[in-house]
């Protein structure tokens, strides 16, 4: 059974701005899944927190790359600034992303210029491709599901499913298991969501962890935990295995 399935790992919103906490949820998932952790790097997160090829983050991302990490691009600035047409888009902008859900409103050409700007940025940056592409708060426009499907990018992923734009197959259909911090409420009803994930039978599980989560001793041993349990009866992949 651990020979089949499988456990996807990543650490969202890879920044400069967040480089401490993800040293040190590095540091918590290293000892269970080693290197196979996709790492979700954000170009500029707000604004305010740019990755400059030549700079000590960038060497950072560089070494990531070289050690086998898997690097994905995770939006552009990670910070919604759309106006949305909608009253449930802008129900869903509000309510389920605090503002995060940048590819939520974009038109196909705003995220088709977004993905190629970050693609070239890591890309020139690591001297290698990047993996996928992966929306903030994993959600997207219809039209950015079209720009990443003219893109040739390999994978891409939401809450339910893993898929490849430049193929169209699907990879993966399998629940994530992700922790939300922003307030007491969210974060009990995280562990009590994680508790009862971790232990699904389903072939591919993943776990996908934020540099918020590090302010909470409770998430913290819930990731802990969820990782122990869910290393015992499933084999730490990589994304690009899926292809396998
Ligand atoms: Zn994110």
Redesign the pocket.
């Known amino acids: 059974m651990a020979s089949t399935r499988r456990l996807l790992a990543s650490i969202?919103?890879v920044s400069p701005r967040f480089e401490s906490e993800v040293e040190q949820l590095l540091e918590v998932f290293q000892p269970q899944v080693g290197n196979r952790i996709a790492l979700?790097v954000?170009p500029n997160h707000w604004r305010q927190s740019p990755i400059s090829p030549g700079s000590p983050f960038a060497g950072r991302l560089r070494a990531w790359a070289e050690d086998g990490f898997e690097i994905f691009l995770?939006?552009m600035f990670?910070q919604d600034d759309a106006s949305h047409a909608s009253r449930s888009d802008r129900f869903r902008a509000r309510m389920m992303t605090a503002g995060?859900g940048e590819f939520l409103g974009l038109t196909k050409g705003e995220a088709a210029r977004r993905i190629h700007s970050g693609q070239a940025l890591l890309e020139d940056i690591t001297g290698a491709p990047i993996a996928g592409f992966i929306a903030?708060?994993w959600l997207y426009s219809r039209g950015a599901i079209e720009a990443l499907t003219e893109s040739g990018i390999p994978i891409a992923e939401d809450h339910t499913r893993v898929w490849s734009p430049s193929t169209g197959a699907l990879l993966s259909r399998s629940p994530v298991i992700t922790w939300a911090s922003r307030s007491r409420a969210r974060r009990i009803s995280s562990v009590v969501a994680a508790s009862s994930l971790r232990r699904l039978p389903m072939r591919d599980l993943r776990i996908g962890v934020?540099p918020g989560d590090c302010r909470s001793p409770l998430l913290l041993r819930s990731i802990e935990k969820t990782l122990r349990i869910a290393r015992a009866s499933r084999k730490p992949r990589r994304y690009s295995d899926l292809f396998g």
Do not use: F
Request: negative net charge.
């Open positions: 969202h919103d979700l954000v995770h939006g990670h995060e903030p708060a934020h």
